[in-house]
């Protein structure tokens, strides 16, 4: 953080010149980005914002409105202060016209009242304001260390929450595009506060651009994704009290986009990896239904993915789209992110119900479901199990994981246990 005016008021180089505050006192903690001598009248077009002025005021108007002018220009652009030393120009005191332009625009405008090198003073100030961006270098180095860290652990999402929390000291929410809260850390707050309303008062956070600071609500925001995917959004409440209306450092806008790509690069890992596994399965799967491999390699390779498929009764289920669902055209990009997407619900659901399987799309609108019956294998070579319990669970895009359709899943079991018994000689429903 940048030194304020009142901290520089209080450096001992200033202290030395007897300053005396004038106007503005309403605006003592503005930041002070750098100090600036200067002694002629248009200096504002030279300036940036954020300047403390220092000038004897030799070089200033003598009229009131050329004063009052000088004033208000030194506010439009910005600076933090004006400081101007007794002597040279002014004796006494300085003029009214100017105390009650800088009072009215709320500029912080001090004398001082001995003569001081104005080198000391610059020199304090900017080591104030070295150091204090020595410090921000530092705590963006410990955030980007902290959060590399994190993605090479594979860290989940509340963990990555929980880091950026205890870095900001302040609460940070993680939630998707229907503003639902997948993760959160109140930072010692309470979480009934933090999330009563929630989606409610997310809705009103709509800042521009992909990272931006919500004046009004007080939240700086940052949207989370990757390759043109986004999935939701990292906010941080930023507790402004005494800076006033001024918006987060830069350190916590580093943090927040910094713990959004961790978050998007976790996700594409464990897509990434779930992917291969997918694959795998899609293998196994056809293998299985057109026989192009013996069924002993199947069952073989399907113990290596921890998947015991001998002497057991298996489930088939296939999960496709509606014809009635509008959804991207097949072989695109969107649609294949569909799919996945798909996959990934009925996987879900599988690990939900603890039933163990494969798992794989099977074309551009299906994904089919192979798993064990948990239940025992009696003489008779069928599930004791009825069809509804064993196929207990599925999902549809516009669906949440729940029960399939009981008919669905015995068409789909018929099936395969027929290409099965026709090939091996197995009994329906059995592998091994």
């Not at 999330?195 to 990272?211: C, M, N």
């Not at 359709?405 to 018994?421: E, K, S």
């Amino acid at each position: 953080m940048f030194p304020t005016v009142r901290h520089v008021l209080a450096l001992a180089p200033v202290r030395h010149g007897v300053p005396r505050m004038l106007a503005g006192a309403a605006s003592l903690d503005r930041a002070v980005r750098w100090v600036h001598v200067a002694e002629v009248p248009d200096i504002a077009t030279l300036l940036g914002g954020g300047e403390l002025v220092l000038m004897t005021g030799i070089g200033l108007p003598t009229d009131d409105a050329g004063l009052r002018a000088f004033v208000a220009d030194l506010a439009d652009v910005g600076v933090s202060g004006l400081v101007v030393e007794l002597g040279r120009r002014f004796t006494g005191t300085l003029p009214k016209v100017m105390v009650a332009a800088a009072e009215r625009r709320g500029l912080p405008l001090v004398e001082l009242r001995r003569a001081t090198p104005f080198v000391r003073i610059t020199e304090a100030v900017h080591a104030l304001i070295v150091d204090a961006q020595l410090t921000e270098l530092r705590a963006t180095e410990e955030i980007h260390q902290r959060f590399t860290e994190l993605s090479v652990e594979g860290a989940e999402p509340g963990d990555v929450v929980h880091q950026a929390a205890a870095l900001a000291g302040c609460p940070v929410v993680l939630e998707n595009l229907s503003r639902q809260v997948l993760a959160y850390d109140t930072a010692g707050e309470s979480a009934e506060l933090l999330l009563d309303g929630w989606e409610q008062h997310s809705r009103r956070i709509q800042p521009a651009g992909r990272t931006a600071y919500d004046a009004d609500s007080g939240w700086l925001v940052t949207t989370v994704g990757a390759r043109g995917q986004d999935w939701g959004r990292l906010l941080l409440r930023w507790s402004n009290e005494l800076s006033g209306s001024d918006p987060p450092p830069t350190r916590l806008t580093i943090l927040v986009e910094r713990a959004a790509s961790t978050l998007a690069l976790g996700r594409l890992i464990r897509r990434d990896a779930e992917g291969l596994e997918r694959q795998i399965h899609r293998t196994l799967l056809t293998a299985l239904l057109d026989h192009s491999r013996p069924v002993d390699e199947v069952a073989l390779r399907a113990r290596a993915l921890g998947v015991a498929l001998e002497r057991h009764h298996l489930v088939g289920v296939v999960v496709r789209f509606r014809a009635d669902d509008g959804g991207a055209e097949a072989g695109t990009e969107a649609a294949q992110a569909r799919l996945r997407d798909l996959a990934e619900a009925v996987g879900q659901a599988l690990r939900d119900a603890r039933l163990t399987g494969l798992t794989s799309a099977l074309d551009d609108q299906a994904v089919g479901r192979c798993w064990r019956c948990a239940a025992s294998t009696t003489r008779s070579g069928h599930c004791p199990r009825s069809p509804r319990r064993c196929a207990g669970y599925g999902s549809t895009p516009d669906r949440p994981a729940g029960p399939v359709p009981a008919g669905r899943a015995t068409r789909a079991d018929r099936a395969v246990r027929a290409r099965r018994h026709r090939g091996t000689g197995a009994p329906p429903g059995r592998v091994g």
